[in-house]
């Protein structure tokens, strides 16, 4: 049975207002958002992914088709009513420096503590349960402003939490983040929407994370909108359409993307093992040498170890090299 469909659109057109009238960034989109997966938005930059997240977030209002949550039009929700029911995180760095980790997480409940912002016992429990789900709870009393990047979106994602809706839109969240950061922060958001049933949909250029994590990919080029598994948009080759004219191709046996290179000059390259082989070819490839057969090719390299390499050129006697930086060298 799938999961339950809690957003979605038919038809959809999403633009901005201009002196003109209207202006459609695109048209004729289709999609589903549902509980329990994280749904990562991918494309080029300026395709329209953040005017997609607004419009979904009613941040901006749609042009034209139906956008509909919980099996109403989005637009006949209140205000209170679509903050109860979407959160949203944005990349922009709020001047929250001087807030402290709970209080900035505390901000999630406006929805429901009304214009005085009294917490009760309760919100409090929610506040420190969300901020321990993220695992800050060491960071609880610290200003936003003492806290790195990483840290930060953390906060954010918990205030998001407190909030109780059951979908969370997220701009790039991992944008300003180191590697490990990137890596840490969509494992968080892939176990929230699987424990704890919320349909979290992002924008990110994160591709391998994207790839590894998501249940669904949202693929939004100027061509329109597609949607699917990622295992499906890679082996169907949607992905190639991420880059077209662009030289760069979608290598689906690595899940990485790779520059159209014509190689001028060849080689032959063995390995005792794929670890070796795999950085052995890149090696080679970055000097702008092409892997061939041994019979095409005049140079024949074979990596033995990290520190035993046998380099045979046509003509000279084969030698010994002790790294891939003499071996680069050499060739």
């Known amino acids: 049975m799938g999961k ?16 003109k009238g209207n202006t459609a960034v695109h048209e004729h989109l289709n999609f589903s958002l549902r509980k329990g997966e994280l749904c990562s938005l991918i494309g080029p930059n300026g395709v329209g992914k953040s005017t997609l997240l607004r419009t979904i977030s009613r941040l901006q209002p749609k042009l034209n088709g139906e956008l509909t949550l919980c099996g109403k039009e989005l637009e006949t929700f ?6 109860r029911k979407i959160s949203v995180v944005l990349t ?17 409940r406006q929805p ?11 919100d409090d429990a929610m506040i420190q349960s969300a901020i321990q789900s993220v ?28 909030q109780e809706s059951p979908i969370i839109l997220l701009d790039e969240p991992s944008a300003f983040l180191d590697a490990a950061s990137r890596i840490e922060v969509t494992q968080l958001l892939h176990d929230i929407a699987h424990t ?38 890679v ?8 880059f077209e004219g662009k030289n760069v191709f979608f290598d689906k046996n690595n899940g ?57 050129k046509a003509g000279e006697e084969k030698k010994e090299l002790k790294s891939f930086q003499a071996l680069a060298e050499e060739l």
């Open 256 to 312: 990485t993307f790779k520059h159209t290179t014509i190689y001028h000059k060849t080689a032959h390259l063995t390995a005792s093992n794929e670890l070796l082989l795999h950085w052995g070819l890149n090696a080679i490839n970055r000097l702008n040498i092409g892997q061939a057969s041994s019979e095409q090719a005049s140079t024949s390299i074979e990596i033995v170890s990290e520190t035993k390499i046998l380099l045979q």
């Open 112 to 122: 429901y503590t009304g214009f005085f912002g009294r917490l009760s016992e309760n």
């Open 135 to 162: 695992g800050m709870a060491e960071k609880v009393n610290h200003h936003m402003a003492e806290l790195s990047d990483g840290e930060r979106q953390k906060a954010m994602i918990a205030k998001a939490l407190v």
């Open 78 to 83: 209140s205000t209170k009513e679509c903050s």
């Open 4 to 19: 339950e469909i809690i957003l979605s659109a038919n038809d959809l057109c999403i633009g901005y207002p201009d002196k």
């Open 196 to 233: 704890q049933g919320k349909a979290i949909l992002f924008s990110t250029h994160d591709l391998e994370q994207a790839l590894q994590l998501s249940d669904q990919l949202w693929l939004l080029t100027g061509n329109g909108l597609c949607c699917g598994a990622p295992e499906d948009l």
């Open 235 to 242: 082996l169907n080759h949607h992905l190639n359409s991420l």
């Open 92 to 108: 922009d760095k709020s001047p929250i420096g001087g807030l402290t980790v709970s209080e900035v997480v505390a901000l999630g």
